[in-house]
């Protein structure tokens, strides 16, 4: 230790600021400072304090994921509850204890990860039959490994044999679809699939299967939306024409150089490669003659809905809105 003046000192009493030299780590304030015979004891005391840290950590760490499985025994317990119910009355309806055959609703869950509990999961019922017990199995385990933090597939009913009309009747009622592994069903039960708009799909080969039902989901997945320019027009001349007695309104007069200009697209107006507008057309006209469409070389007449301060020079661009195809 060492004190204000710079001379090595062996006791500090409170209150006394000395230097300390040799810790590994920066203590905290309000830290207590205990002193040891030797460095032996000393390392002793300190391992046995940080194992015991470590340990209290753990112990924190397992008692959250203890009761977050918990949370996940509850929610399965109550899922299987409600797919047994759902079993046994489609058993009552076919053996005529049922008028009405019985509906399983699609049902929203949260995700377990904090970062993303709020929000929803779409899930998405199939029925999964197979040939073998361990196809089954194996193709049950690949659909509940397909990534997605929006929708997922519910397996409700798996079993091994042909596609049957029960299968068809309970993806009916839930409104799923059912997958088979080396098994098909008969025309019978395809017809009754096209009648109740049942998509069945049968394969082969794994990857074929997963590739089908990633394609499921991603039509519950929202659309998303992308811009593109689908022309561009140059302002040659800028006319006044007469609108009403002696009011006047201004008219583009423009060249296209790329693509075409659409009067239902979105226009974007560049001066110096800066926009100066966006909006609608009002009008498009070749020569006088009311146009829905101007391609690459045509001359047309451009007027602007709430937009007059155009220039010559200005570059007119037709913008396109395309939905974009979302995949897993």
């Known amino acids: 230790m060492i004190d204000d003046k710079g001379k090595i000192v062996n006791a500090a009493g409170p209150g006394t600021p000395v230097r300390i030299i040799g810790w590994k780590d920066l203590p905290k304030a309000g830290n207590e400072m205990l002193e040891a015979e030797d460095e032996s004891l000393a390392k002793l ?66 995700p377990v990860d904090d970062e993303v509990d709020k929000i929803p999961i779409i899930e998405l019922p199939v029925i999964v039959k197979g040939d073998v017990s361990g196809t089954v199995e194996a193709v049950v385990a690949s659909l509940g ?61 794994i990857y074929k299967l997963l590739e089908d039902a990633k394609s499921m989901l991603a039509r519950l997945l929202p659309p998303e939306y992308t811009t593109r320019v689908a022309g561009e027009a140059k302002i040659q001349q800028v006319f006044q024409i007469n609108v ?25 107006i560049i001066r110096k490669e800066k926009t100066v507008f966006e909006g609608s057309l009002s009008s498009l006209k070749q020569v006088k003659t009311d146009v829905t469409e101007a391609k690459k070389g045509i001359e047309c007449g451009l007027s602007f809905e709430g937009f007059n301060d155009f220039q010559e020079g200005d570059i007119i661009q037709s913008i396109e809105t395309i939905e974009v195809l979302r995949q897993l």
């Open 244 to 268: 009403k007695g002696r009011v006047t309104s201004p008219v583009a007069g423009c060249r296209v150089t790329n693509g075409s200009i659409l009067k239902n697209n979105k226009i974007r």
């Open 45 to 110: 005391v300190v391992e046995n304090r940080r194992i015991r840290a470590t340990r209290e950590v753990e112990m924190k760490d397992i008692e959250v994921i203890r009761e977050r499985r918990q949370k996940e025994r509850e929610e399965q317990f109550e899922e299987r509850l409600k797919e047994k119910k759902f079993k046994r009355e489609v058993w009552e309806y076919y053996h005529g204890l049922r008028s009405v055959y019985p509906t399983l609703e699609r049902s929203e869950t949260k």
């Open 145 to 205: 490994g397909l990534p997605s933090k929006e929708v997922r597939l519910k397996v409700i009913h798996s079993n091994v044999g042909a596609i049957t009309e029960a299968d068809v009747d309970m993806a009916a009622a839930c409104d799923g679809f059912v997958l088979g592994f080396n098994v098909k069903g008969d025309k019978q039960t395809m017809a009754k699939a096209k009648l109740k708009k049942v998509e069945v799909k049968s394969h082969t080969i």
